[in-house]
């Protein structure tokens, strides 16, 4: 039997979710005609397979009333975009009804991540209360986020069906599955989500889409000191070329590693790990593999995209939370792996104990800190609160008293900085926040450095030894002379010290340790900056 077929418990959930739908929607179906495409005729036009039966019925998304005859009655109650989380548990969860439970509850909806982290720096008695972007209060913390980081998540409200790679913010379902709008005809909804749809997010903060794609951005100052060849995104901001990632090169998409059971949240209870994926998964994979047989119930609606004829004893390759990657073809000699946009397989190399000098020593490490070609960095803000006038409110969705001003420079890119996640892990940070807060609530300015933990997605060619071992922006110090005097290591940074004695892209020094060394993450301490540097013989 090939995979092409649909299992009988497939078939038993497609029957269930059809009895359903015609249980709502059939009284509409049966007695009315639909009236909606004597004035929307291109409209039924380019919907996918799975939503066809919309030609006959479009308020099963829309709602309204399609046996009306006038445009009044027709749009009474009319929802123009059906996706958005204010309107998906009653139109999209019809049919998707754990997609919506599980993006509803995971963080690219609540952004309880941000919140939490935000309150933990900004405002640290307030950082246990539970909060997500939907229940903020009026705080410093929480007005930074309302008006500086809100627009992000997926509840923001999509009121115009324009796609914008760089500026498109929320729209719930539609944030990843409307992909293009041709002409006057229907939006294309799809599962083959394309990159642009990570875009607009993910350029920000982190900056991991535009690392993906060799964007490295820089401001004004920074670009004249550096005569480069630069490009500017629509929204004005400048960007440097760098290296792009090497899956980037390869051809691949945001899809072809992350899985849309992670993205939707859909394997809770199963992993804490927000990401449903990792670098073994695909290049050193020792879990189990799974057959059509032994196929997962709450998988089975995988089988019919599986993108190459496979037999049932054919084994595929799971994440460590037991998603099934479908799309990576395990029957040759070297796996191949089928690009979810389309495109010639791409040979997938087997990473090997081998293939790393002194394995031992080296496997607290993880993939990203000897990999990760480069870093996005921002040395410098000035975050200042003005009561005085107006900015528009994310969670309010309107403009409310007092304005945030954002000051950034030193904006660019450079090496990866390594520190420690937790006792046995060593992965790469970049300067998070290196800020100076104004806000009335403090008797005088904040200065704030935090460094964070990112993959950062500009996988490349291992590093050299020396590039980690001898590098002092690697070992956390910042760019600068780092060199053994007399048995003593000294340290000479190039960059100016800032109002907490150390240099401005620093995380910590030779001289002082004002962090935890049992809190995490942290920097390395002297010693261990000590151990790394005389590891390797100059």
Known sequence: ???????????????????????????????????????????????????????????????????????????????????????????????????????????????????????????????????????????????????????????????????????????????????????NLHPILTRKVEDARCFGCHSRSGRISMSYAGLAEVDTIAAAYEPVSLAKLPDGRLVQRMNPDIHHQAGMACIDCHTGSGLMNLNTGKTTNRVDISCSDCHANNNARLTIDNWPQQHQSMLKHIPFEASNNQGFLQTSSGTPLIHIDTSKDTLLLYPKLGGTPKPIPTAKHTHLPRFNEHEKLSCDSCHAQWIPTCLGCHMHYDEEGKQWDYAEQQFTPGVWHEQRWNTGSGPTTLGKTDENSVDVFLPGMIMTLDHPDLDNSRFIRRFAPISPHTTGSARTCAACHHSSTTLGLGKGKLQDTKGQIRFDPEMEKLVDGLPADAWTDLHQQNFNESSYPRPFTNHEIEQIYRALPH
Do not use: W
């Open 1 to 183: 039997m090939q995979t092409k077929a649909i299992t009988t418990a497939h078939q038993t959930t497609v029957l269930v979710l059809l009895v359903a739908f015609f249980l709502l929607f059939g009284p509409f179906i049966n007695v009315y005609a639909n009236e909606c495409v004597v004035c929307h005729v291109s409209s039924v036009a380019h919907l996918n397979k799975q939503h066809q039966f919309a030609q006959q019925t479009c308020v099963a998304c829309h709602h309204g009333d399609e046996s009306a005859s006038s445009e009044s009655v027709a749009h009474k109650g009319l929802i123009t975009s059906p996706g958005n989380l204010s309107n998906a548990e009653q139109i999209c969860a019809i049919c998707h009804p754990k997609h919506v439970r599980g993006v509803t509850k995971g963080p690219m909806h609540t952004g309880k991540h941000i919140v939490r982290t935000t309150r933990e720096i900004l405002q640290p008695d307030f950082q246990h209360q539970s909060g997500s972007f939907q229940q903020l209060g009026h705080g410093l913390a929480d007005s930074m986020l309302r008006k500086q980081c809100a627009s992000c998540h997926l509840g923001h409200e999509r009121k115009r069906q324009q796609p914008d790679a760089v500026t498109d913010r929320g729209g719930g379902c539609l944030a990843c599955h409307l992909n293009a709008l041709p002409g």
